[in-house]
Antibody
Framework: QVQLVQSGAEVKKPGASVKVSCKASGYSFTSFGISWVRQAPGQGLEWMGWISAYNGNINYAQMLQGRVTLTTDISTSTAYMELRSLRSDDTAVFYC??????????????WGQGTLVTASS | EIVLTQSPGTLSLSPGERATVSCRASQSVSSSYLAWYQQKPGQTPRLLIYGASSRATGIPDRFSGSGSGTDFTLTISRLEPEDFAVYYCQQYGSSPPTFGGGTKVEIK
């Protein structure tokens, strides 16, 4: 069955960087893109960006451009999200999700379990 | 970017009742690229509907989606106890994909 398993919770100081992994199994990794979505405590969902696992094409949300980097390692069927220059308002649960659409950033049928990233001094 | 406004913010209903959640877009959503998700406390979002009206795999037929252009609706025909949750709409017709603020369906 399709599974996306994310790395564990992180606590970082403001200004630091965090890298979250998302290991896919149960499907052909290069047949779908991966989107990243975050959810601040008690808040709604915010799309961060998309990466094609097939050719590495990327589409970032404008508000995070320059601070976020998405990558994949097809040898291990793993996607990564790195967020730099963390601020306290970056504290959130970060999700990876399998992206079903035909264009960058569509809709998402399988989600990782979420990774809580806390940015606090 | 397209802003999605959901209403109401909270819906208080009893099991067996019909739930109707509205999602209005600030501009037309191309090709009815509109999805709905359910999220329970402490859980991952679950895809219910895509393409405005197509049910995702394994979703019971009491869930239905409708609408086009700027106005979309999620209907739960008869609420089951497990349906009390927060529901989000999401458009993916133009980049960036955006989500509505959510509607909480709570037990009355």
């Amino acid at each position: 069955q399709v599974q996306l398993v994310q790395s564990g919770a992180e606590v970082k100081k403001p200004g630091a960087s965090v890298k979250v992994s998302c290991k896919a199994s149960g499907y052909s990794f290069t047949s779908f893109g991966i989107s990243w979505v975050r959810q601040a405590p008690g808040q709604g969902l915010e799309w961060m960006g998309w990466i094609s696992a097939y050719n590495g094409n990327i589409n970032y949300a404008q508000m995070l451009q320059g601070r976020v980097t998405l990558t994949t390692d097809i040898s291990t069927s793993t996607a990564y999200m790195e967020l730099r220059s963390l601020r306290s308002d970056d504290t959130a649960v970060f999700y990876c999700a399998r992206d079903l659409g035909s264009h960058p950033g569509s809709f998402f049928d399988y989600w990782g379990q979420g990774t809580l990233v806390t940015a606090s001094s | 970017e397209i802003v999605l406004t959901q209403s109401p913010g909270t819906l208080s209903l009893s099991p067996g009742e019909r739930a109707t959640v509205s999602c209005r877009a600030s501009q037309s959503v191309s090709s009815s690229y509109l999805a709905w998700y359910q999220q329970k406390p402490g859980q991952t979002p679950r895809l219910l509907i895509y393409g405005a009206s197509s049910r995702a795999t394994g979703i019971p037929d009491r869930f239905s989606g409708s609408g086009s252009g700027t106005d979309f609706t999620l209907t739960i025909s008869r609420l089951e106890p497990e349906d009390f949750a927060v529901y989000y709409c999401q458009q993916y017709g133009s980049s960036p994909p955006t989500f509505g603020g959510g509607t909480k369906v709570e037990i009355k």
